[in-house]
């Protein structure tokens, strides 16, 4: 199973754009980057999916370079709702094993 | 559209007493199904998960089990309760590998 590393805190302010990058070293062929938004007492939350390249949607973005052993999620312009846990997983089969995340805070 | 439901939301229980959490999708079939438990301040650990009705696998060994009855719904289970057993109890669901999962609200779980 591909782990995932992650920063496991970071900060910005509002309005800024905030990348985090996460590595997975060991990622299979078939394999699909995933990232998730957790609340506090709250499930996580489904953001993006990619597999190689860029991958857009309404909230975030995906970066992946060929070689796939990492990937950056980066948000846009984010605001004080943004601040919450960032999960990046690695997914390929049915477990679908979690790291520890991401605690990322904006500031006002 | 699919939904998951969780419960009870929170719960309060003495050590050595039993647990039941029940999870239950609706909208969909044959649901990959999930039982996560997360301590305060760190990420969710897969205890159980199920890729059909009667089959479940165990990723941690404890004092607790899963069933699946019915092709959308989960059970957690213990026989005695432990002090370590609390945490936030998550249900998920999806449709198979590299698929969006969706999570329930969670129980909050105390045992005292």
């Known amino acids: 199973l591909a782990k995932t590393t992650q920063p496991i805190s970071m900060d910005s302010y509002e309005g800024q754009e905030v990348n985090i990058t996460c590595s997975h070293n060991n990622i299979a062929t078939n394999d699909y980057i995933t990232w998730y938004q ?37 948000l846009p312009r984010v605001s004080l709702s943004d601040t919450a846990v960032y999960y990046c997983l690695v997914d390929s089969n049915y477990q679908l094993i979690w790291g520890a995340g991401t605690k990322l805070i904006i500031k006002p | 559209s699919q939904t998951i439901h969780q419960w009870p939301a929170t719960l309060v229980q003495p050590v050595g007493s039993p647990l039941s959490l029940e999870c239950t999708v609706e909208g969909t079939s044959n649901p990959n199904l999930y039982w996560y438990r997360q301590a305060a301040g760190r990420g969710l650990q897969l205890l159980f998960y199920s890729v059909g009705i009667g089959q479940i696998s165990s990723e941690v060994p404890q004092n607790l089990s899963a069933s699946r009855p019915q092709d959308r719904q989960f059970i957690l289970s213990s026989k005695k309760l432990l002090l370590s057993d609390s945490g936030f109890y998550l249900c998920a669901w999806r449709k198979g590998p ?15």
């Open chain 2, 98 to 112: 590299n698929t969006e999962a969706f999570f329930g609200q969670g129980t909050r779980l105390t045992v005292v």
């Open chain 1, 38 to 74: 957790q609340f506090p007492s709250q499930g996580p939350r489904f953001i993006i999916q990619g597999y190689k390249t860029k991958v857009t949607n309404e909230v975030a973005s995906l970066f992946i370079p060929a070689d796939r052993k990492s990937s950056t999620l980066s």
